[in-house]
């Protein structure tokens, strides 16, 4: 199969350099001299799924989904195969993915490779609580199956594993039974933090009327008592006759605007209006599975929106313990810089442990929030809230990541090593390169490498190929690289 250049993209949009790629195919994928990386549907929002080195292994024709018992609920579908089409070849059969993120378009190697979490991660845990097995192929060793019982290792560390320890070819999941995909959903307003986390203990005290799924929207703009106030959306699966269709958007963002439209009057405009509107009726409303599960696959290529610099999206987990007092100083934090979030998501992670080595989630609440890329400032911002997660005992999230720093990951990560281990000689990726071949330190703002160096400069200063490229993949974060002591 032959090697192309393609445009792959990550969400975030900050790098849309084109990249060389070829199609997956077993026994035959690093051309020498090359590294390699899976690249599943580009969903994740920063530097996981890239590698300036490599070949991208494409999964897109390996979507098959190759059996499904509607007795057990069992599913078996190649890695490339999109969840859109795994919930389509579902129907109305009484299953339903146990676990699903906030778009449709990932695919199973993504989500296994993510370990991704839904709103319901406190009913059900982490997409791989519910992964039965797996083939993964690595350019050492061939093809393995891996499963709880067999090569149990390397399954507990791929899931999760970034990809990192091999191409996973197909996988068996076990679905959920449900009445339907739709959902009956009742949207509640809080008027501040508090309330959120008043209401949300209520939620979750162990009583039979727990719901599946929870979440909660949050006006990140809201100033004084009413930090944090928002809207808590709840729901069950419902008996309901007709089949959801699980197609492409309708809708579509035709260019990038030469600004970001999502801040400034237009942001505070969009937090007064959606908590308004969501404050008037909190009646419980039949809902289709897109619009329930999957609200922003309404409009195609949303993210063109946070403009040409594309956007960063700070994901952290806190403890239970500090969370109250940690999601206020976050969504403070941002406000005082000056950089609202588009769109702030406040849910719980529950006590379900996912089989995966590396996976994000932990028991406590997570704070998603999302910026327009402003250069330095927002830079300087993330690097505030990864302290802040840190301090509190929480940890970033690296699939929805493109800078966090060595340190950062590595003291919330403690088991990377372990990954390190088992990951693939020939397979890596920009952020586990960033993030563990070379020490960070962060120096003061002025020691900043500049992106600018031309290969003249660097050779007239004595700096490394090596080093120029690290520079070109951490440039803009502020850090200064040093090799490991
Ligand atoms: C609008 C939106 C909402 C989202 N909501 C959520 C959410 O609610 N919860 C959540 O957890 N995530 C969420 N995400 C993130 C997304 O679910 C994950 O990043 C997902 O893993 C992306 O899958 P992908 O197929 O696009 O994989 P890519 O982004 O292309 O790759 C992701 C990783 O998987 C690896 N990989 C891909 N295929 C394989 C394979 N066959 N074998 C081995 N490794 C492989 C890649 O190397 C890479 O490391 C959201 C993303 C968007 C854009």
Same mark, same amino acid.
């Given at each position: ?332 934090? &941002?406000?005082?810089?000056? $950089?609202?979030?588009? +769109? ?5 992670? %529950?006590?379900? @442990? =996912? ?103 660097? &050779?007239?200063?004595?700096? $490394?190929?090596?080093? +120029? ?5 951490? %440039?803009?974060? @502020? =850090? ?6």
């Amino acid at each position: 199969m032959s090697i192309v250049r393609i445009y792959a993209p990550s969400w975030g949009r900050l790098d849309d350099r084109k990249r060389l790629a070829r199609s997956f195919a077993e026994g035959d994928i690093v051309p020498p001299g090359r590294t390699a990386l899976a690249y599943g549907q580009g969903r994740s929002y920063g530097d996981t799924c890239h590698n300036d080195d490599a070949v991208l292994l494409t999964t897109g024709q390996h979507q098959k989904i190759i059996s499904f018992d509607t007795q057990t609920g069992i599913l078996q579908a190649q890695a490339g195969a999109v969840l859109a089409d795994i919930l389509s070849s579902i129907g109305d059969s009484g299953w339903f993915l146990p676990v699903v993120p906030g778009t449709k378009f990932v695919t199973l190697g993504g989500a296994i490779a993510n370990d991704i979490h839904g709103k319901n991660h406190q009913t059900r845990g982490t997409f791989g609580c519910h992964v039965k097995g797996f083939q993964l192929w690595r350019s050492d060793t061939g093809s393995l199956n891996c499963s709880r019982q067999e090569n149990a290792e390397l399954f507990n560390t791929t899931i999760g594993g970034l990809g990192l320890t091999g191409v996973i070819t197909h996988a068996n999941i076990q679905l959920m039974k449900v009445p339907s995909h739709f959902v009956q959903e009742t949207r509640t307003p809080f008027a501040s933090l508090e309330q959120f986390f008043e209401r949300d203990d209520q939620l979750h005290s162990g009583g039979a009327a727990e719901p599946e799924y929870s979440v909660a929207w949050v006006d990140s703009l809201a100033k004084g008592a009413g930090l944090g106030r928002g809207v808590m959306i709840t729901a069950n699966h419902i008996a309901h006759d007709s089949n959801p269709v699980y197609g492409q958007p309708r809708l579509k963002v035709p260019f990038t605007p030469p600004i970001p439209l999502v801040s400034g009057l237009p942001l505070r405009l969009f937090n007064q209006l959606y908590f308004h509107r969501n404050s008037r009726n909190s009646n419980p409303q039949t809902a289709d599975p897109n619009t329930f599960f999957f609200p922003l696959d309404a409009i195609a290529g949303w993210n063109r929106l946070y403009g040409p610099l594309g956007l960063f999206q700070h994901q952290s987990i806190i403890p239970a313990q500090a969370a109250f007092k940690t999601i206020r100083l976050l969504i403070k934090t &941002a406000q005082d810089a000056g $950089q609202g979030s588009f +769109l702030t998501v406040l849910k719980r992670f %529950g006590q379900h @442990r =996912s089989p995966g080595l590396m996976s994000f989630p932990q028991p406590g609440y997570t704070l998603t929030l999302d910026f327009a890329n402003r250069g330095q400032r927002t830079l300087a911002l993330l690097d505030d809230l990864d302290r802040i997660t840190l301090d509190a005992g929480g940890r970033t999230n690296p699939y929805k990541d493109a800078r966090m720093s060595a340190e950062t990951f590595q003291a919330g990560y403690p088991s990377w090593q372990k990954l390190e281990n088992l990951r693939d000689p020939l397979i890596t990726s920009n952020f586990w390169k960033r993030t563990t071949t070379r020490r960070h330190v962060a120096p003061p703002p002025l020691q900043t490498p500049s992106v600018e160096v031309s290969v003249n400069q660097v &050779a007239k200063r004595g700096i $490394q190929k090596d080093q +120029l490229q690290a520079m070109e993949n951490v %440039g803009k974060y @502020r =850090s200064d690289i040093v090799e490991p002591q």
